[in-house]
Structure formats: structure tokens, C-alpha cells
């Protein structure tokens, strides 16, 4: 573990963590395991939290909330959740009074997140939120003031962030293997072929760059090391039947970084597509697949191969362990409310450029 930590800190995965009270450490550090209620019982959190909580070792299922009576008694029964803990969005601001459970994770449309994440901070929880952590920079920050108001800490679902392959590029980059960075191209899509999801919703936070393209920009910052400065942007749909009134189901983006790399990211629910690329001036390194759930594959010059292997959901019992342990031990956290608000304050970028066609720059 100390090892670990010592590769997060020296290749900059670890952000500045917020200050516990004594009373918050304390109750912290009584329990070895921490509860966590998953706020929304769609597929991520079905299919992928669920089954990883199972995994995990710092923390466990301990509640739900959700809108739909059939999905509560579903769980109760599947996973033996006490219906003391099981919430719905009504009732949901009486966990304050539960004991059972530490952390709250939002799994909700992205135009929910601010409301949740909010609430279950001033009920004295922790907060996990997944990604897009909101719809605009303001709502993130409000995220992140409630969270300091109310000393719990605030982490982002950037599973790939604690995921074995993702920390080795990150490594070797940092370590210069193929010199100053100078290009990175970074590509992540998939054909949705639903028409009624949030994310064909503008209003629920719908659109993809708001999705897969966090994963694009994830891409291009932690390969650089940098935050961009400017960049263009170009945005095109399809099935104008589907992604209308502004929804973007294709978003392409050029960014320029302060040492004065490049980079080109790509992104749509029209096309599969998935991988890193990254140019250095002694060499090269890729990984493909890029973001997905595992088989990630990696090379690099001088005949470096990256492949940890690993079963479906790993990535996110790493991730939840990892915040566990920062909250449990007072340690800071690896993707931090900081982080996801960088995302989002370059997604509007992205945005405001392909609707002017002109260059914005980013302070």
C-alpha cells in the first residue's frame, strides 16, 4: 500500500485532500468497513457498483434509494439490505440519521447530481458522484462548497484513475521514456442505439461529450500532465431524429497545452471507437482499448507492453477501496470534486467553440 501511494503521489493522481473534524476522523476510523448507499438503481449501478461492492474491502453495500418500490424489494432480497436503509427521494434527507451508512454515491442523470450531492452532504455524508460530475462548472463548485461546508469529502467515479493499466501509461509518461509530450490522441464511442435515455436528454445532462467525452478529455490531461489553455471545437449529428435541439451525438476537439502539446480528441454515440495515442519526441506509447470495463492493452517504444488483466467490475471496487480508505485514514483522494470540475469547465469550452467556430481560450 505504501508503495502505491508513493507512484500516486509522485505521478500527480493525488489531489489536496479536505479537513476531517476530529468528531468526522474519529468516527471515521472506528469502523474497518464504511456503508454505502447507491443513490439510483439503473444499469451503472445494477450492473457494474453493485456486483463491485461485493469485492470490495473498505466498504460495503449498506442502503439504496431509488423511485421504484418493485427495484427496492429486488434488492433488499438479492442483497440483504436491512429495510431501515432502503430510501426513496422523498424520504431521502432522513439518512442523516443512519449510522449504517458512511457514503452516499450518485448514480443519477447528470442534472440530479448538484440536488443529491448537495442533500447528502448537509445530512453529514460523504459523497461519491459519478461522472459527468455536473452539467455546468457552478453547479460543481456548488458540489464541492456544500462538501467543505459540511467537512465530508467529495470524489468523482474516475474508475480509470485507480485502474492498474491507466496508473502504468501515467507513469511511464511521467518518467519521460518517450520525452517531452508533442501530440495525443485520444478516442472514445460507441453506437447507442436507444432514443429515449437521459443521454438523449439536453435536460437531464444528455449529449455525448458530457459522457464519453470525459474520458476523451481524461485522456489527453493525464497524458500531458496539463491543463489546456485553448482549443476548437467541432460537433455533428446524424439522426437529427434522436439528437436535436443542440444534443451533439458526435464532438471532435483540438487542444493546445501550455508546454505546447497537442491534442485531438474524438467522441460519439454514432461510431465505436476507443483508444490513446500518444506522441513523444523520443517515441510512442498507445493503449487500446483506452477506457473500457477491462481488457485494456497497452505498447510502448523500446518494446514496452502494459497489460494487467482482470474480471469485470474490478476498476470499480479499486475505486471505491481507494475512497474508502482516504475517508477512513484521512488521506486525500485521487479524484477529488476538484477534478471533475476541471472536466466540465472544458466541456463548456467545447461547447461555446463549435457553436461559434471560433478558438476559446481556458484561464
Same mark, same amino acid.
Given at each position: 500500500m505504501a508503495s502505491r501511494r508513493f507512484f500516486l503521489q509522485q505521478s500527480g493522481l493525488i489531489a489536496s485532500s479536505l479537513a476531517f473534524s476530529p468528531l468526522a476522523i474519529a468516527q471515521s476510523q472506528k469502523k474497518e468497513r464504511l456503508g454505502v448507499a447507491l443513490v439510483g438503481l439503473g444499469y451503472y449501478s445494477t450492473d457494474l457498483l453493485a456486483p463491485a461492492l461485493q469485492q470490495t474491502k473498505n466498504c460495503y453495500l449498506a442502503g439504496i434509494v431509488t423511485g421504484t418500490p418493485s427495484k427496492a424489494e429486488t434488492w433488499i432480497k438479492k442483497y440483504n439490505i436491512p429495510e431501515k436503509n432502503v430510501y426513496?427521494?422523498?424520504?431521502?434527507? $432522513?439518512?442523516?440519521?443512519?449510522?449504517?451508512?458512511? #457514503?452516499?454515491y450518485v448514480v443519477l442523470p447528470p442534472s440530479m447530481h448538484r440536488e443529491y450531492? #448537495?442533500?447528502? !452532504? =448537509? !445530512? *453529514?455524508?460523504?459523497?461519491? #458522484?459519478?461522472? @459527468?460530475?455536473?452539467?455546468?462548472? =457552478?453547479?460543481?463548485?456548488?458540489?464541492?462548497?456544500?462538501?467543505?461546508?459540511? $467537512?465530508?469529502?467529495?470524489? #468523482?467515479?474516475?474508475?480509470?484513475?485507480?485502474? @492498474?493499466?491507466?496508473?502504468?501509461?501515467?507513469?511511464?509518461?511521467?518518467?519521460? $521514456?518517450? *520525452?517531452?509530450? =508533442?501530440?495525443?490522441?485520444?478516442?472514445?464511442?460507441?453506437?447507442?442505439?436507444?432514443?429515449?435515455?437521459? =443521454?438523449?436528454?439536453?435536460?437531464?445532462? *444528455?449529449g455525448v461529450m458530457y459522457d464519453m467525452g470525459v474520458y476523451v478529455l481524461q485522456g489527453a490531461r493525464l497524458a500531458t500532465g496539463e491543463e489546456p489553455i485553448s482549443l476548437t471545437a467541432q460537433q455533428y449529428t446524424t439522426r437529427l431524429d434522436v439528437y436535436k435541439d443542440g444534443l451533439d451525438e458526435t464532438t471532435m476537439a483540438q487542444l493546445v497545452f501550455p508546454s505546447g502539446a497537442r491534442a485531438a480528441v474524438q467522441t460519439s454515440y454514432g461510431m465505436n471507437m476507443n483508444f490513446l495515442h500518444v506522441t513523444g519526441e523520443k517515441g510512442f506509447l498507445k493503449m487500446e482499448p483506452y477506457s473500457a470495463y477491462n481488457g485494456q492493452n497497452g505498447e510502448a517504444s523500446g518494446g514496452v507492453k502494459i497489460q494487467h488483466p482482470y474480471e469485470v467490475p474490478r476498476q470499480q471496487a479499486l475505486q471505491m477501496d481507494d475512497d474508502a480508505n482516504a475517508i477512513m485514514n484521512n488521506k486525500p483522494l485521487i479524484a477529488p470534486g476538484e477534478e471533475g470540475l476541471r472536466d466540465i469547465r472544458i466541456v463548456e469550452a467545447i461547447y461555446r467553440a463549435a457553436k461559434s467556430g471560433q478558438s476559446v481560450k481556458l484561464t
Open positions: 426513496n427521494y422523498e424520504n431521502f434527507d $432522513k439518512i442523516a440519521n443512519n449510522p449504517d451508512i458512511d #457514503v452516499v450531492v #448537495v442533500r447528502a !452532504a =448537509k !445530512a *453529514g455524508k460523504h459523497v461519491w #458522484v459519478e461522472k @459527468p460530475m455536473a452539467v455546468t462548472e =457552478k453547479e460543481c463548485q456548488a458540489m464541492i462548497d456544500a462538501c467543505k461546508q459540511n $467537512k465530508r469529502l467529495l470524489a #468523482v467515479g474516475y474508475r480509470l484513475q485507480h485502474e @492498474p493499466n491507466t496508473q502504468e501509461y501515467i507513469k511511464f509518461l511521467r518518467e519521460g $521514456k518517450i *520525452g517531452k509530450i =508533442k501530440m495525443v490522441s485520444c478516442s472514445a464511442g460507441y453506437y447507442d442505439a436507444r432514443t429515449n435515455h437521459w =443521454k438523449q436528454k439536453k435536460e437531464m445532462g *444528455g
